[in-house]
C-alpha cells in the first residue's frame, strides 16, 4: 500500500497516476479539501498536462469531458491594464501580439515586445528540462545562464515601453523576481488560453477539472483517510513558504522531487512552480521516480518500451 500525504492538486495527481500503474494507493488528507483549498483559475494554461494526467491515469480528458457535455475552447485574449492607466487585449497568437502592440505602440515597440517574449521561448526550453522532464538540479555556471537566474523580472521590463512594463511585473509576480517567474508569457503565447463552457456556450468554472480527477482516483480505487501514522511514501502537501520566487536563491531553494533526505515531494512550490499545469507536472515527476523506486521500471515517456498494465 503506497501512502501519498496531501489532497493537493499534486496529490491528487500522483494518486491517480499511481493507482493506474497498479499500485494500491492510501490519499491522507489531513481533512482538507480534495485538491487543495483554492480554486483552480477559469482559464487553463498548458492543456496538455490535463490531458497528460487524464490519459496516464486511464482514460482520455476529450471523453471525460463528453460525458459531462463540457468543451474545452480558446478563452478571450487577456485584458492588462497599462501604466498610464489604459487597457491592452493581448491575444496569445504571436502574429496578433505582433499586430495588437502596433496598432497602439508601432511598429518598432511591437518588436521589442515580440523579441522578448521570442528570448522568453528560448527560456522556457532550459526551464522544462530542469523542471518538467526531470529532477536535475542547477549543477554549474552553464545550467544557472541557461535559466537567467541573474536576470530578473524588472530587466526583463526595461526592454519594453513603460506603458508596457506593467505586463511583465504582472506575469513575474515581482521585479526582482528572477526572470523565470515571467515564463507564463510565452506559456500563453505558445499554448494559449482556453476555458470550459457547457453545450450553450455557457462559461463554467475551472475547477470542473478537479472534480473530474476526484472522480478519476474513485474510480481507480484510491482510499481516502483523513489521518495516518506511517510515514508518507509521497509527500503532496504544501510546505510552509511562499509560492512564487521572489529571488534567484529563492529558486534554487524550492522544494526539490527527490530531497536530500531522499523523500519523494511533489507541490505548487517545486521547481516547475505553483502554476496548476506546473503542480501536475511536479506529480508526474514524482511518480515516475516512485515507481521506479518499488519496481524498477521506468514508466517515463521517454522510455518507448513501457507499456502501462491493463484494466482489470
Known amino acids: 500500500m503506497l501512502i501519498i500525504r496531501g489532497a493537493t492538486l499534486a496529490g491528487v495527481a500522483a494518486a491517480a497516476r499511481l493507482a493506474r500503474l497498479g499500485h494500491e494507493v492510501t490519499l491522507v488528507t489531513d481533512g482538507d479539501q480534495v485538491g487543495g483549498a483554492g480554486a483552480l483559475p477559469d482559464v487553463i494554461a498548458v492543456p496538455a498536462a490535463w490531458r497528460d494526467v487524464f490519459k496516464k491515469s486511464g482514460g482520455h480528458l476529450q471523453a471525460e469531458l463528453n460525458r459531462v457535455h463540457v468543451e474545452l475552447v480558446e478563452a478571450l485574449p487577456r485584458e492588462y491594464v497599462l501604466a498610464d492607466g489604459s487597457t491592452l487585449l493581448l491575444p496569445g497568437e504571436r502574429g496578433a501580439q505582433y499586430r495588437a502592440v502596433a496598432e497602439r505602440f508601432g511598429e518598432a515597440e511591437a518588436a521589442r515586445w515580440r523579441a522578448l517574449v521570442d528570448d522568453l521561448d528560448d527560456l522556457w526550453h532550459a526551464y522544462r528540462r530542469h523542471a518538467l522532464e526531470g529532477i536535475a538540479p542547477v549543477a554549474d555556471a552553464r545550467d544557472r545562464a541557461a535559466l537567467w537566474l541573474d536576470v530578473t523580472v524588472g530587466q526583463l521590463a526595461e526592454r519594453v515601453d513603460d506603458r508596457l512594463a506593467p505586463i511583465v511585473l504582472e506575469a513575474g509576480g515581482s521585479p526582482a523576481a528572477p526572470a523565470v517567474e515571467a515564463l507564463s508569457l510565452s506559456a500563453e503565447?505558445?499554448?494559449?488560453?482556453?476555458?470550459?463552457?457547457?453545450?450553450?456556450?455557457?462559461?463554467?468554472?475551472?475547477?470542473?477539472?478537479?472534480?473530474?480527477?476526484?472522480?478519476?482516483?474513485?474510480?481507480?480505487?484510491?482510499r481516502l483517510v483523513e489521518r495516518?501514522?506511517?510515514?508518507?511514501?509521497?509527500?503532496?502537501?504544501?510546505?510552509?513558504?511562499?509560492?512564487?520566487?521572489?529571488?534567484?536563491?529563492?529558486?534554487?531553494?524550492?522544494?526539490?522531487?527527490?530531497?536530500?533526505?531522499?523523500?519523494?515531494?511533489?507541490?505548487?512550490?517545486?521547481?516547475?512552480?505553483?502554476?496548476?499545469?506546473?503542480?501536475?507536472?511536479?506529480?508526474?515527476?514524482?511518480?515516475?521516480?516512485?515507481?521506479?523506486?518499488?519496481?524498477?521500471?521506468?514508466?517515463?515517456?521517454?522510455?518507448?518500451?513501457?507499456?502501462?498494465?491493463?484494466?482489470?
Open 228 to 312: 495516518c501514522e506511517s510515514s508518507p511514501d509521497l509527500d503532496a502537501t504544501l510546505p510552509d513558504r511562499p509560492l512564487r520566487a521572489v529571488s534567484a536563491e529563492d529558486w534554487l531553494t524550492r522544494v526539490p522531487i527527490v530531497g536530500s533526505d531522499g523523500v519523494v515531494r511533489a507541490s505548487a512550490c517545486s521547481p516547475a512552480g505553483p502554476a496548476p499545469w506546473a503542480e501536475l507536472g511536479s506529480a508526474a515527476l514524482a511518480v515516475y521516480e516512485l515507481h521506479e523506486r518499488l519496481t524498477g521500471e521506468d514508466c517515463r515517456p521517454t522510455n518507448v518500451a513501457f507499456k502501462l498494465p491493463r484494466l482489470a
Open 189 to 222: 503565447r505558445r499554448f494559449g488560453r482556453w476555458r470550459l463552457v457547457d453545450g450553450d456556450g455557457g462559461a463554467l468554472p475551472g475547477s470542473l477539472l478537479l472534480d473530474l480527477l476526484a472522480r478519476r482516483i474513485e474510480e481507480r480505487g484510491v
